[in-house]
């Protein structure tokens, strides 16, 4: 698969017509991949609750855009932000609570972390 402009503008086409302003697209060789791999293109006032991946890193790349990521200490304080934008790679240690923000439409992250994508449960979600 190549991904182009075209692709990242049917992606966020899709987010600015979704409900949350987000949309991914899965880029996993199948449904039994041992690995997520996603774009995500979000919108600005697409909401993010501040949450963590007790078991795996991330890794996120800004493909287009600007938006930036958030990190959080465990009151749910802001402890850094890291603006991110095109060619910029962030590696989101496990278990660090984070949100992000898009700051411009049209914006595209690369995701990738281990493991079978899993729903976050109610202990990996902060409530403030």
């Not at 991914?24 to 060789?29: F, K, P």
């Not at 919108?43 to 990521?69: A, D, K, Q």
């Not at 402890?79 to 984070?98: C, F, K, S, Y």
């Not at 411009?104 to 449960?121: A, F, H, I, N, R």
Request: aromatic letters at 4%; a negative charge.
């Amino acid at each position: 698969m190549i991904i182009n402009k075209g692709m990242l503008d049917d992606l966020t086409r899709q987010a600015q017509s979704s409900p949350r302003l987000r949309m991914n697209l899965d880029l996993r060789n199948s449904a039994d991949d041992n690995s997520q791999r996603m774009l995500n293109a979000i919108e600005p006032g697409t909401v993010l609750p501040i949450h963590r991946h007790m078991n795996s890193s991330v890794t996120i790349v800004c493909v287009r855009g600007h938006f930036e990521e958030y990190y959080y200490d465990d009151n749910g304080n802001l402890i850094e932000t890291i603006d991110m934008r095109p060619g910029i790679v962030l590696n989101l240690p496990a278990g660090q609570w984070h949100s992000i923000q898009s700051l411009e439409s049209g914006t595209v992250l690369l995701e990738c972390q281990d493991g079978k994508w899993e729903p976050l449960q109610d202990v990996d979600i902060l409530s403030l």
